[in-house]
């Protein structure tokens, strides 16, 4: 039978990424889609692991391939989830969670509509703003640009099918692990 396709998405900063780590450990029977994008690595980032590592030309070539489940541009950089490795995974029976952005959730929307949308939302907006400021790796410029991304994203709660408030990490991994398991 083919299992379920989850969605977790959240706005940025929420810490979906510390949040799927987690969930890693505690059902390693998920398959966690491997993004694409076309931002350089940062420090400890490894080709095939975080993300594909891609140049413009080869995303573009996915693109027009039709090979996109779906993508999303974030501040000049391109990121996707190729759709045959999540077909595949579906169709072998095997449970698969994306991690994507609100513009990319929408998109699987229209083409996986009964997948299950999740949204990890931050235990408040003020929570959320030390977070992204305490992120060190941007400029103040990118960080800001983030917080007027997420404020909008906050509001898109209301889309999503169940919603998983990220107070403590592994909580918040053992609800969406719940989520992305159940029959
Ligand atoms: P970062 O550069 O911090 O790794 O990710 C930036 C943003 O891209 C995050 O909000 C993340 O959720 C989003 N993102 C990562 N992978 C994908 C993807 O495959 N598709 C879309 N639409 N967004 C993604």
Redesign the pocket.
């Known amino acids: 039978m083919p299992a379920r396709l989850t969605v977790l998405s959240g706005p ?1 900063g929420v810490g ?1 990424g510390t949040v799927v780590a987690a969930l890693r450990a505690l059902v390693p029977q998920v398959w966690v889609s491997v ?3 076309t ?1 350089a690595p940062r420090p400890g980032e490894t080709h095939g692991v975080e993300y594909h590592f891609l140049d413009r030309a080869e995303f573009g070539r996915l693109i027009e391939a039709g090979e996109m489940l ?3 541009e ?1 501040f000049g950089n391109l ?3 190729m759709r045959r490795p999540v077909l595949e995974h579906l169709a072998a029976g095997v449970p698969t969670l994306l ?3 609100l ?2 959730a929408r998109q699987v929307r229209g083409s996986v509509p009964d997948a299950r949308f999740v949204f990890l939302a931050p235990p408040s907006t003020d929570e959320l703003v030390h977070r992204l400021a305490r992120r060190g790796t941007e400029s103040a410029q990118a960080v800001a640009a983030r917080l007027a991304r997420a404020e909008m994203e906050l509001a898109a709660e209301a889309e999503f099918d169940d919603v998983v408030v990220n107070n403590d990490v592994e909580q918040a991994a053992r609800d969406v692990a719940a989520l992305v398991i159940a029959p």
């Open positions: 940025s979906k993004s694409c994008t931002r779906e993508y999303d974030h990121y996707g989830t991690e994507i952005d513009h990319g």
